[in-house]
């Protein structure tokens, strides 16, 4: 299709039509239909996978008690964090930084980064993940509770030392590497 204006004539793309194969998606944190997986003390609720998306993003509403958050991490997608609720301290490339609900931080692609519960409180916080596929390696590695605000099962330290054994043994599957405390 050609277009006309004051600068010439170029070339515009028409949309691509409806893929009528793909239906809307009401997803709730509290359904019980939701996976809600209990990984490293949190609990994350998968809103919409990759399957869901047609691979485009994930969402994942997180629940984090005080203290927790994931270990000092980077991968090769790019995530974004929009807080609802209480506040973490986020390091990104070794600087940390305080955000609060209402604030959104977004991660470019292998970047270092971590966030941390250090309030007394419980955060919820959003998680996009674009492309998908973050949603598979949390499901493959954490264990499934009952509801948005689970916790998942205490663990012991043999049984801690397996799970951080099995999960970075499955992050290069899932395009993320694990980094050293600072």
């Not at 390091?91 to 941390?116: L, M, Y």
Request: glycine share 8%.
């Amino acid at each position: 299709m050609k277009s006309t204006s004051d600068q010439g004539t170029h070339d515009t793309l028409s949309p691509p039509p409806d893929d009528l194969t793909r239906a809307l998606i009401l997803a709730s944190a509290d359904a019980q239909s939701r996976p809600h997986i209990g990984l490293v003390g949190d609990t994350y609720t998968i809103l919409l996978s990759g399957e869901d998306t047609a691979g485009r993003f994930c969402l994942i509403d997180m629940h984090i008690p005080p203290g927790g958050g994931p270990p000092p991490h980077r991968h090769d997608f790019e995530e974004t964090f929009i807080l609802l609720d209480g506040e973490i301290e986020a390091t990104f490339r070794g600087t940390e930084s305080t955000v609060k609900a209402g604030e959104t931080i977004h991660i470019p692609a292998n970047a270092p980064h971590q966030f941390h519960n250090a309030s007394g409180q419980p955060v919820r916080l959003l998680c996009v993940c674009s492309p998908a596929g973050q949603e598979n390696f949390f499901a493959e590695i954490g264990v499934p509770v009952a509801t948005r605000t689970t916790p998942p099962p205490p663990l012991d330290p043999t049984a801690q030392a397996e799970f951080r054994a099995k999960a970075e043994a499955l992050a290069p599957k899932y395009r993320t590497e694990f980094l050293q405390h600072a």
